[in-house]
């Protein structure tokens, strides 16, 4: 999608129809990780250990505490952006693009981190 037809999009395109087209990946994403949880839960429960499909539920809400950081960015980020597009200043659409995409992998990174480092803790004991 080049800059003329983002433009479209935001600026021409009807609401209900821009905000269909930009919610769908979303909600395909938030799908992804319902079914990718559903699926761990099911061939981790063929090993009938509930010790191990306990473990798959625990791990869930980690999942969506990452997710949930992510989506901090994304709508600060949407946010700016937006605000920035209706004031015609593309350079501050870029930079807060840029800043909500490098803030929500640094947050990921120290995400990984803190997890890995409080496994390594728990298990010390």
Do not use: H
Not at 17 to 33: G, W
Not at 48 to 63: G, K, W
Not at 74 to 88: Q, Y
């Amino acid at each position: 999608m080049d800059n003329t037809e983002k433009i479209q999009l935001f600026e021409r395109t009807p609401i209900p129809k821009a905000v269909m087209t930009l919610a769908i990946p979303t909600i395909l994403s938030s799908l992804v990780m319902v079914l990718y949880n559903l699926a761990d839960t099911y061939f981790v429960a063929q090993l009938n250990d509930s010790v191990q499909n306990s473990a798959v539920t625990l791990a869930a809400p980690v999942l969506l505490a990452f997710n949930a950081i992510n989506n901090l960015f994304g709508v600060g980020a949407s946010s700016m952006m937006s605000r920035a597009l209706g004031r015609k200043d593309y350079e501050t659409v870029y930079q807060s693009s840029a800043l909500g995409f490098y803030c929500a992998l640094f947050s990921a990174a120290g995400f990984r981190f803190s997890t890995r480092l409080s496994a390594c803790r728990f298990w010390a004991f």
